[in-house]
């Protein structure tokens, strides 16, 4: 098993930035892709970004392409969503997530989630 947990959220004005980590302990790390979803109030969760094992391959959802980065440090079991130019519609808890194998945008496949943290996009 991997254990995640989330940090780095907060509350952010319009057009601001916020980095998001996410630290794994447990089995080895580049056992895992990895991925950010968030999950807006009365929404279903959502596919944000994912890494392969190496960071070598990274996905974006539409909504965040060319604003948000992806990466992941193997060395420091560390996970990170660099969002940039954000905007209100981005307020969700985030969230992310392990799984074997193939990186997939579908937040049911993942097998482990961290408990999430808030980021809060004010107008």
């Known amino acids: 098993q991997v254990q995640l947990v989330e940090s780095g959220g907060g509350l952010v004005q319009a057009g601001g930035s916020l980095r998001l980590s996410c630290a794994a302990s447990?089995?080895?790390?580049?056992?895992?892709?990895m991925g950010w979803f968030r999950q807006a109030p009365g929404k279903e969760r959502e596919f944000v970004a994912a890494?392969?094992?190496?960071?070598?391959?990274?996905y974006y959802a539409d909504s965040v392409k060319g604003r948000f980065i992806v990466s992941r440090d193997n060395a420091k079991n560390m996970l990170y969503l660099q969002m940039n130019i954000l905007k209100p519609e981005d307020t969700a808890v985030y969230y992310c997530?392990?799984?074997?194998?193939?990186?997939?945008?579908?937040?049911?496949?993942?097998?482990?989630w961290g408990q999430g943290t808030q980021v809060t996009v004010s107008s």
């Open positions: 997530a392990a799984r074997e194998i193939h990186v997939t945008i579908i937040a049911s496949l993942y097998d482990y």
């Open positions: 447990g089995r080895t790390f580049t056992n895992y892709v």
């Open positions: 890494s392969d094992w190496i960071g070598g391959r990274l």
